[in-house]
Structure formats: C-alpha cells, structure tokens
C-alpha cells in the first residue's frame, strides 16, 4: 500500500500531511508507505491513495475511488477520521 500526500508545489504542506498521515497510520494499525508530491507529479499509478486539499483536488486526475479529500490539511482528526473510513472499505 502506497499514500501520496499532495500539494500545489510539492514542499511545505504536502510534507506535513505526509509526517501526519504516518501519526495516524501508527494510531489505527494500518502500515503504508508514505511519500509527498506536488500536483503535477500525482498519477494515478503512482500510488494507491492520494491525500489532498479540497483547494486543489478538482484540479487533481486521479480517480475519485483513490483520493481522500481534506477540507483542513491542519486537521488530525479529519485525517484520522478519513483515512479509518478509507480502511475500512
């Protein structure tokens, strides 16, 4: 299992969704591995989620069925809460 966090630029806060994502990963028992991309590097292929803002997610190509869309990228438990529904599919 891959997680792409992603935005705009692929810096700042895509890497901090990233160092989230593996807190609550940790927390639920999931293992994944997990990276950071900007936008225009997030192919479909390139992982089997991908996590992102609402701000730049209709700009996104990927597949509706392997994205988690944030509405706050500050949000632990948004975060948590998304990505243990997304688990429990």
Known sequence: MKIMAVCGSGLG???MVEMNIKKVLKKIGVEAE???SDLAS???GAADVFVMGKDIAESATIPADKLIVLDSI???PE???KLT???KK
């Open 13 to 15: 806060s895509s890497f």
């Open 85 to 87: 529904d997304y688990f």
């Open 79 to 81: 975060l948590e809460e």
């Open 42 to 44: 997030a192919l479909p």
């Open 34 to 36: 997990v990276e950071h």
């Open 74 to 76: 500050i949000s632990m």
